[in-house]
């Protein structure tokens, strides 16, 4: 059984207030947990998919139909994105966009620091895929590939695509789900009412569509969402589509 969950991250692009909701996402990074290096995104991307797989046995069966099948047990998650990096423009001296993606083919590489204490057995960094303070998924990255789209008079590639898939590590990296608290969950931004702000326009700032106040509502478990006041705080939980 797959579930995939595939989101449009394309910020708002029309309106009067689209520049200032462009300004406010924030870039997504790839941390490598082992050294602390990372790897800014030079643009956000414009999707990713998330999957999971769960085990099941077919019922074996004898003069009937069927039988429930037996849940055997679930996969970790997983997450694919393409990514594009560019460097066209970097003052001379930074314009290899490879001084940038080579911070992410170390995140392959075996390292001594993950080295286990029994079987003496290196193997890759744990890594962490970040948006801002609104979600992040701690993973481990299972494939890599890299596609060069733009030179330098010299060869120097200065553009190219890439394209990552993590596998997840930790239980608490996964999609979040949409139950938070009135203190705030860790991972997930909170906006903090302030006077004269209605829950619609909120939803405009943080999600880009006014509309979303239903989703703003629901997460933070609002019984009269044209009720806020000041100093209020509201979790911004993402929203599933």
């Excluded at 046995?57 to 997983?78: E, I, L």
């Excluded at 890759?124 to 060069?148: C, D, N, Y």
């Excluded at 394209?163 to 979040?176: I, K, M, R």
Aim: glycine share 8%; proline share 7%.
């Amino acid at each position: 059984m797959d579930v995939i969950v595939r989101r449009s991250m394309s910020p708002v692009t029309t309106g009067p207030l689209a520049s200032m909701v462009q300004d406010r996402v924030a870039p997504a990074t790839i941390i490598n947990l082992t050294t602390g290096d990372e790897v800014q995104c030079t643009f956000r991307p414009k999707e990713y998919t998330f999957q999971k797989q769960n085990q099941w046995t077919p019922g074996k069966v004898v003069g009937a139909d069927m039988q429930p099948p037996k849940f055997n047990g679930g996969q970790p998650m997983t997450l694919n994105m393409e990514l594009m990096f560019d460097t066209n423009e970097a003052p001379p001296g930074k314009q290899d966009v490879r001084l940038i993606t080579n911070t992410l083919w170390q995140m392959m590489k075996v390292t001594n620091q993950r080295r286990d204490g029994d079987t003496k057995r290196s193997e890759p960094p744990h890594v962490e895929f970040r948006w801002g303070q609104v979600w992040s998924f701690k993973a481990v990255i299972t494939s890599l590939s890299q596609k060069f789209t733009l030179f330098m008079p010299d060869g120097k590639p200065v553009r190219s695509t890439v394209t990552v898939s993590f596998l997840q590590a930790e239980a608490a990296g996964q999609y979040p789900g949409q139950n938070p608290t009135s203190g705030g969950r860790a991972g997930f931004a909170v906006h903090t009412v302030k006077e004269g702000e209605t829950i619609d326009w909120i939803a405009f700032k943080e999600y880009g569509a006014s509309t979303a106040w239903r989703h703003l509502a629901e997460a933070n478990s609002l019984d009269d969402p044209a009720r806020l006041y000041a100093g209020q705080k509201l979790v911004l939980v993402p929203m599933r589509e």
